[in-house]
């Protein structure tokens, strides 16, 4: 489900969200014909429709402020779908303030209903680009996030 989450991201999502969401039958046909399963599209689909459904809603949390010490405990389904590295980089971005309360846990809730064991920093840095995208007034954390997502590592011995 997540290559088709980032096709189409990259191909129509960016260009017109609201074309996006309403022309659903031409979008099946167009997705389908680039190759991508009936069960994964429509999964793909409901993925943005509930993303979308968590912005205009807000996401509802118990807590309210977040300080210096304060610290995210995982669920054990979290825990199942994130592992310790991707957990470290939601924390990261936290402390570099490009995740606030609100967009960590739309990012969490969102890798989870991925139902994906085996995703890396890579798929992480998408999907936070991807729920960043619907968060009003975001876009500076959408840029850094976007410089993340584009960013090729270099890595040197010395």
């Given amino acids: 489900m997540l290559d088709v989450l980032i096709y189409l991201f990259e191909n129509f999502y960016e260009q017109n969200e609201s074309e996006f969401l309403v022309d659903r ?7 389908l014909e680039a190759g991508f399963a ?7 689909m409901t993925w943005i429709e509930n993303l979308v459904e968590m912005r205009d809603g807000g996401v509802q949390t118990h807590l309210q402020v977040s300080s210096v010490s304060s610290m995210r405990v995982y669920t054990d389904a979290e825990q199942f779908y994130i592992n310790t590295e991707c957990r470290g980089f939601l924390l990261f971005l936290e402390h ?5 309360i609100e967009t960590r846990e739309m990012a969490i809730a969102r890798l989870v209903e991925l139902e994906n064991t085996n995703l890396d920093l890579d798929d992480i840095k998408w999907v936070i680009l991807m729920v960043l995208f619907n968060v009003p007034d975001g876009e500076e954390a959408y840029l850094q996030m976007e410089e993340l997502v584009h960013a090729k590592e270099h890595n040197y011995l010395h």
């Fill in 25 to 31: 039958d031409n979008l099946l046909d167009e997705l």
């Fill in 38 to 44: 009936e069960a994964e599209i429509l999964k793909a």
């Fill in 96 to 100: 570099i303030s490009v995740l606030n």
